[in-house]
């Protein structure tokens, strides 16, 4: 497969595919975790990089074959494929940053992104221009298209599974290995034969040399390494809930001496636990009867009671009031220690709701649907493990042990 190829440009190409990977599902994350008038901005510039990390490890790639001499690069072609691929990246990450995607809708981006990756390349390829002919296997083809679709899968479930850390660089190099490996796939099946004799090729339209190539493939190298040192850049709203972390809630120790007379012996303070947010501090009466929300002038805040339902959304919450739901600084695991576990259950991984606003509860495949109510009534999934108590706590069972 890599007969022929520089290996240094090959080693090249399969890095920039995974550094703008990184930086693409590094800012797709934070979509999932900022306010809504933020959305379209991340959404574009994640696509922008992994559109370029895909055609620039492309291109590389290409450098790194052993071309004839005086093959050249037609422009058109040469810009289709970039937007066909930048296209196809924005709709395949807007589908899978809205919500808690189901697995058909991450394999239906996974097959547009797949088909995408390889559209992009044979566009890409019928843009080279020489005295040869161009024929391509099919069996070769279908098997980079599978490749695509395969590794763009696994990239896209590596970032959905969590969106930071170890997870966001599996699924980086899951989708340089979707790009790198479907295209020297198809680079295995290609193959360049001389024109018939008395035949010569003629150029038509605008022409890049392969000298011209490689200043702009440089250019795009440096931008995709300015995205990823940026991307390195530590989210400022971490600070939030980080702070917002920090409330009461912890446990600490405080020192408890002992009643003494004038007639006792001194003795050592005993340390005791108590739940407090730091050492001194008097401990919490009881939850906290307000939660944080963002807003485009500042964080607001809302009175639980007014609280149906709380969404884990990446490292953050989105709380629904009955009208709408806002960003909450809060994890989900903050928001469950902070609510009065008399009114809120959580009846799911990444979902607690205010049983007082119960309206309807159905059974649904293996698990359930609860309703709240509101202005504006929403639907909020129950796992199996969690039926009986939800159950319950609404009057309808008895809790099992």
Same mark, same amino acid.
């Given at each position: 497969m890599f007969e022929g190829h520089d290996p240094y440009l090959v080693a090249l190409s399969v890095a920039i595919a995974i550094l703008g990977g990184y930086t693409g599902f590094g800012l797709t994350a934070r979509i999932r975790g900022t306010p809504d008038a933020s959305h379209r901005l991340l959404l574009a510039g994640a696509a922008f990089f992994l559109a370029i990390g895909i055609w620039t490890m492309h291109f590389v790639g290409m450098l790194a074959a052993p071309l004839p001499p005086g093959t050249v690069y037609l422009v058109l072609p040469t810009i289709v494929s970039f937007l066909i691929c930048a296209l196809v990246v924005g709709i395949s990450l807007f589908f899978v940053s809205v919500g808690d995607p189901p697995v058909s809708?991450?394999?239906?981006?996974?097959?547009?992104?797949?088909?995408?990756?390889?559209?992009?390349?044979?566009?890409?390829?019928?843009?080279?221009?020489?005295?040869?002919?161009?024929?391509?296997?099919?069996?070769?083809?279908?098997?980079?298209?599978?490749?695509?679709?395969?590794?763009?899968?696994?990239?896209?479930?590596?970032?959905?599974?969590?969106?930071?850390?170890?997870?966001?660089?599996?699924?980086?190099?899951?989708?340089?290995v979707a790009v790198s490996g479907m295209h020297y796939t198809a680079m295995d099946g290609m193959h360049l034969v001389p024109p018939s004799e008395g035949m010569h090729h003629h150029i038509e339209g605008l022409a890049a040399s392969s000298q011209m190539l490689s200043l702009v493939v440089a250019l795009l190298c440096f931008v995709i390494a300015a995205g990823f040192l940026l991307s390195l850049v530590p989210d400022p709203r971490n600070k939030v809930a980080m702070?917002?972390?920090?409330?009461?809630?912890?446990?600490?120790?405080?020192?408890?001496?002992?009643?003494?007379?004038?007639? &006792?012996? +001194?003795?050592?303070?005993?340390? %005791?636990?108590?739940?407090? $947010?730091? /050492?001194?501090?008097?401990?919490?009466?009881? @939850?906290?009867?307000?939660?944080?929300?963002?807003?485009?002038?500042?964080?607001?805040?809302?009175?639980?009671?007014?609280?149906?339902?709380?969404?884990?959304?990446?490292?953050?919450?989105?709380?629904?009031?009955?009208?709408?739901?806002?960003?909450?600084?809060?994890?989900?695991?903050?928001?469950?220690?902070?609510?009065?576990?008399?009114?809120?259950?959580?009846?799911?991984?990444?979902?607690?709701? &205010?049983? +007082?606003?119960?309206?309807?509860? %159905?059974?649904?495949?293996? $698990?359930? /649907?609860?309703?709240?109510?509101?202005?504006? @009534?929403?639907?909020?999934?129950?796992?199996?493990?969690?039926?009986?108590?939800?159950?319950?706590?609404?009057?309808?069972?008895?809790?099992?042990?």
């Open positions: 809708r991450v394999v239906s981006s996974a097959v547009l992104l797949g088909v995408g990756i390889a559209s992009m390349h044979y566009v890409g390829m019928h843009g080279l221009s020489g005295d040869f002919a161009m024929t391509h296997d099919t069996a070769m083809v279908v098997l980079s298209v599978v490749i695509a679709i395969a590794a763009a899968y696994g990239g896209l479930r590596a970032f959905l599974a969590r969106q930071g850390g170890v997870q966001l660089a599996l699924s980086a190099v899951a989708f340089g702070t917002a972390a920090a409330t009461p809630q912890a446990v600490g120790l405080v020192a408890e001496i002992p009643p003494t007379d004038a007639n &006792a012996v +001194p003795t050592s303070p005993r340390l %005791r636990p108590t739940p407090l $947010g730091g /050492i001194g501090q008097p401990p919490r009466a009881a @939850p906290a009867p307000r939660l944080p929300v963002e807003g485009a002038d500042g964080t607001h805040f809302i009175d639980s009671a007014d609280v149906r339902s709380v969404r884990a959304d990446a490292h953050y919450t989105k709380v629904h009031d009955g009208t709408r739901e806002r960003m909450c600084p809060w994890s989900i695991s903050e928001a469950e220690a902070q609510l009065d576990p008399g009114l809120f259950v959580r009846v799911h991984r990444s979902h607690i709701v &205010a049983i +007082p606003h119960v309206t309807l509860v %159905r059974k649904e495949g293996d $698990g359930a /649907i609860v309703e709240l109510d509101g202005p504006s @009534p929403h639907r909020v999934p129950v796992s199996r493990a969690k039926i009986a108590e939800v159950k319950a706590r609404l009057g309808l069972a008895r809790r099992h042990a």
